[in-house]
């Protein structure tokens, strides 16, 4: 069965790090690009990372921008986003996805073919 993992969440303090993974099984990701969502109680799912591909190409969500990153291990058939100098907004569940449309270098979150069961992100003082 095809599926996704994430791993890697926990509680933190205010600029503390994390890195989240994301283990793909049953498909490879080569062939897809792989997107990081979140989502809190009460709020939409939103994006926060995106990587092609194709030709590598990443997107953040400018909340993100200089504290997060996404990179790919093709050969581990993982995602990974580390997370820096982390936020108490940054805090909700994160679900990585193999998504199948990209527009403009977004990963478009309703193309996803395959969803992770989410990891908890949760940064308090």
């Known amino acids: 069965q095809a599926q996704l993992v994430e791993s890697g969440g926990g509680l933190v303090q205010p600029g503390g790090s994390l890195r989240l993974s994301c283990v793909a099984s049953g498909f490879t990701i080569n062939y897809y690009a792989i997107g990081w969502f979140r989502q809190a109680p009460g709020k939409e799912r939103e994006g926060v990372s995106c990587?092609?591909?194709?030709?590598?190409?990443?997107y953040y969500l400018d909340s993100v921008k200089g504290r997060f990153t996404i990179s790919r291990d093709n050969d581990k058939n993982t995602v990974y986003l580390q997370m820096n100098s982390l936020k108490p907004e940054d805090s909700a569940v994160y679900y990585c996805?193999?998504?199948?449309?990209?527009?403009?270098?977004?990963?478009?979150?309703?193309?996803?073919?395959?969803w992770g069961q989410g990891t908890q992100v949760t940064v308090s003082s």
């Open positions: 990587i092609n591909n194709s030709d590598g190409s990443i």
């Open positions: 996805a193999a998504v199948t449309r990209i527009v403009q270098g977004i990963c478009v979150m309703k193309s996803a073919a395959y």
